[in-house]
Nanobody
Framework: QVQLVESGGGLVQAGGSLRLSCAAS????????MGWYRQAPGKQRELVAA????????NYADSVKGRFTISRDNAKKTVTLQMSSLKPEDTAVYYC???????????????WGQGTQVTVSS
């Protein structure tokens, strides 16, 4: 079994900062891309940021470029999203995502965390 557990969401004023963390655990053999998605009420889930195993050239949504930074620790199987200069439109449930394989199967599948709420007040 694989688990992705997020932490760090909460309520913050516009212009503030939050740090989201996600830890992967379980029968994991290899992790490829890790990332963060978000879903606001009435909207589709969207990619916020993603990072590959090397950590080079992370991918960001245009709306968060220059404000959010994604990083990962391969040894600890964690991915972190540092969010700064937060805006009310960043309010959403944020989901951790990892594309990984397990010792039970060499096929890579996408796994999701349970989500953590981020609310930015104006």
């Amino acid at each position: 079994q694989v688990q992705l557990v997020e932490s760090g969401g909460g309520l913050v004023q516009a212009g503030g900062s939050l740090r989201l963390s996600c830890a992967a655990s379980g029968n994991i053999f290899s992790i490829d891309t890790m990332g963060w998605y978000r879903q606001a009420p009435g909207k589709q889930r969207e990619l916020v940021a993603a990072i590959n195993t090397s950590g080079r050239s992370p991918n960001y949504a245009d709306s968060v470029k220059g404000r959010f930074t994604i990083s990962r620790d391969n040894a600890k199987k964690t991915v972190t999203l540092q969010m700064s200069s937060l805006k009310p439109e960043d309010t959403a449930v944020y989901y951790c995502n990892a594309r990984l394989s397990t010792y039970s199967s060499s096929v890579y599948y996408n796994y999701w965390g349970q989500g953590t709420q981020v609310t930015v007040s104006s």
